[in-house]
T-cell receptor, first 115, second 115 residues
Framework: GAVVSQHPSWVICKSGTSVKIECRSL??????MFWYRQFPKQSLMLMATSNEGSKATYEQGVEKDKFLINHASLTLSTLTVTSAHPEDSSFYIC???????????FGQGTRLTVV | AQKVTQAQTEISVVEKEDVTLDCVYETRDTTYYLFWYKQPPSGELVFLIRRNSFDEQNEISGRYSWNFQKSTSSFNFTITASQVVDSAVYFCALYLYNQGGKLIFGQGTELSVKP
């Protein structure tokens, strides 16, 4: 299957700082990328959908000014958690797909801890 | 409403037992996909199967089998002769073709296989 690389795998940051997470499709062009958040012992919840070259579509309840998503190329999307707080500590995972009706491939996930 | 329900939060079995993980979904869409993913403790999502809404044929892959029944909106997953390495959280997910391909995940079932 196709490979999606997410970086970093884990990060610890201080409260109030910003953290950027990268999601790259290594061997295919991803027209659409999705960002999910997973709290411990819970399911994956979609945060936003990003299409290359256009603004991300955020799910209800997700603050677009806090979770900045950029999908500037067909192989890279970034999620920036701005002014992070301890309650933002979570597992963030991206997925990428080449087009509709295709399988979405997941990155390895990023475990964010805000102290 | 689009929803996936995995009623079993946790299942514990002894090695070599067969185990079935239940998944019930809700959607008004006629075109959709159903997925099963495995999430080991490391966090990454491992793709197991994709089934489209027009294909009700059951599938077997090694010790894994899936039973898709549109009449009951269920897509159950059976592991035959379970092994300790099968211990993980398993997610059933609904792929919304008419909503840009986003995935709606069930709550997950944590499977523990004891030696």
């Amino acid at each position: 299957g196709a490979v999606v690389s997410q970086h970093p795998s884990w990060v610890i940051c201080k409260s109030g700082t910003s953290v950027k997470i990268e999601c790259r499709s290594l061997d295919f062009q991803a027209t659409t990328m999705f960002w999910y958040r997973q709290f411990p012992k819970q399911s994956l919840m979609l945060m936003a959908t990003s299409n290359e070259g256009s603004k991300a579509t955020y799910e209800q309840g997700v603050e677009k000014d806090k979770f900045l998503i950029n999908h500037a190329s067909l192989t890279l999307s970034t999620l920036t958690v701005t002014s992070a707080h301890p309650e933002d500590s979570s597992f963030y995972i991206c997925s990428a797909q080449q087009g509709l009706n295709t399988e979405a491939f997941f990155g390895q996930g990023t475990r964010l801890t805000v102290v | 409403a689009q929803k996936v329900t995995q009623a079993q939060t946790e299942i514990s079995v002894v090695e070599k037992e067969d185990v079935t993980l239940d998944c019930v979904y809700e959607t008004r869409d006629t075109t959709y996909y159903l997925f099963w993913y495995k999430q080991p403790p490391s966090g990454e999502l491992v793709f197991l199967i994709r089934r489209n809404s027009f294909d009700e044929q059951n599938e077997i892959s090694g010790r894994y089998s899936w039973n898709f029944q549109k009449s009951t909106s269920s897509f159950n997953f059976t592991i035959t002769a379970s092994q300790v390495v099968d211990s993980a959280v398993y997610f059933c997910a609904l792929y919304l073709y008419n909503q840009g391909g986003k995935l709606i995940f069930g709550q997950g079932t944590e499977l523990s296989v004891k030696p």
